[in-house]
């Protein structure tokens, strides 16, 4: 499962700080959303389901930008290394 | 409950010190609408891409630009440039407004007939006239602008095989201070050489003599040049005058004024440092009326300007095929319009804005065209929406070069639509299809057949 560095500072507004290469980052409302899901243990398919409820999304459209966005979160190097299955 | 609106989650770093180079980022605000049409419709009725032309924003933008220079000099004559945009309806709202005619080839000279231009009217500059068409030009009364020695023998030549006297112009190139400089159009004024051609015209006697032409440039942003090209012009009326008598009818300034795009590398948007029509028009009119031409002789302004008049009444509209991750992590748009039906991309660092509404969010984007080729960039680096597949976006100032110089390559070319005045939009040209392109081959008969 995918999980968010300890250590990382994410605020209500979106902002994040990275303590550990002193880099901040902003989030988007549904960007700051899924890592707060993410933070809190949820799984895609869950994560899905929530956005569902809520959004006008397909899952395919949902999915295609969810891996985008994890992946980009993984390259800034903002996800725990053995943090997956 | 209805659903809220989704948007494609984003990170982005943010970039502590200086700002970006136009000060704060800004939202790029949704264009929806042209002159109240919905783009959004116009695409639904007439497809993705599509030229959209505004008639109202060319006769606003003529009707500006002809007073600007009429209401600082008596005499003010505007020809169209055909080359900038020669579909046939943009040319008549010009038509309609006033303006001549203004082509570089027997093509755009045909073409300026058959919209119904009377030939006298119609001036015919450039490099390329062959003998036929310098026939037909001097038999329409036409104005031709000489280029260079070899055209003038050639009409010298003409002239003792028809009646009518041929009505001619030289063109000027000169120095305006400004790079690069178009030396290679028509006769240097420093070297003496455009003096040396007016005066075998004088000697001739069976030409007529009108005018004098220059362009000094395109997308010029510098009022002074137009002023020292205005001077020296002008000091050629008056030698003309002292040594031979002869008033010429008019000066011809040529084109060159910036439009409002900017240019790709530019540090300023464009619409913060082009001159206004004011501007120009002040800077050439001064010139001529401080000049030593006798106020009884003053010629007539002629101005032939393209992309100043018709940039921004252009719009091409389209649709995202997809977004992508470059492998350093930016983000690419791939839209459906490439840089063979937007030439202009090379040049400009356009307008390109998101059709439905977008929240404040933005990211560093590539915006590629559809392409299977690398030079296919509308966009390098603007901070822009998250747009989605089949959202829709518009390209803002295309009217001038791309409807003249686009290309039928990989895929084919897009309809135009003109909005007309009262909001009814009318298709101007037709997309092309297979079978426009299959109609002009030709295939051998033992090429006709194969097995595979
Ligand atoms: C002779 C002449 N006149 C007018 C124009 C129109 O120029 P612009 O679109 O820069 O105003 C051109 C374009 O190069 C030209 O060559």
Redesign the interface.
Known sequence: MLKIKKNIAISDSGFVFDPGTGDSYSLNPTGLEIVQMIKSGKSFEEIFQDFATKYEVEEEAFEKYYYDFTTTLKQLRLTEPNGED | MT????????????N?GLPSKYGMAHKLEPISHIDNVSIKSLMDSYGSPLFIISESTIRKTYKNAFRAFSSRYPKVQFAWSYKTNYLNAVCNVFHQEGSWAEVVSGFEYDKAIANGVPGELIIFNGPDKSRQDLEKAIKNGSLIHIDHFDELYEIISLSKEIEERPKVAIRVNMDTGIYPRWDRFGFNYENGEAWDALNRIMANKKLDLLGLHTHIGTYMMSTDAYKIAATKLASLAVRLEQKHGHVLQYIDMGGGFASKNTLRGAYYPGTDTTPSFDDFAEAITSAFMSSEIKPDNLPLLILENGRALIDDAGYLAGTVLA?K?LAD?RRATIIDAGVNILFTAFWYEHDIRPVEPV?E?TEDTTIYGPLCMNIDVIRGNVMFP?L??GDHYVIRRVGAYNNTQWLQFISMRPNVVMIDSKGEPHLIRKNETLETINSQELTPEHLKNFDL
């Open positions: 659903k809220l609106i989704f948007e494609r989650p984003i990170i982005q770093r943010i502590a977004n991750r992590g929240s969010q998250l989605k597949k």
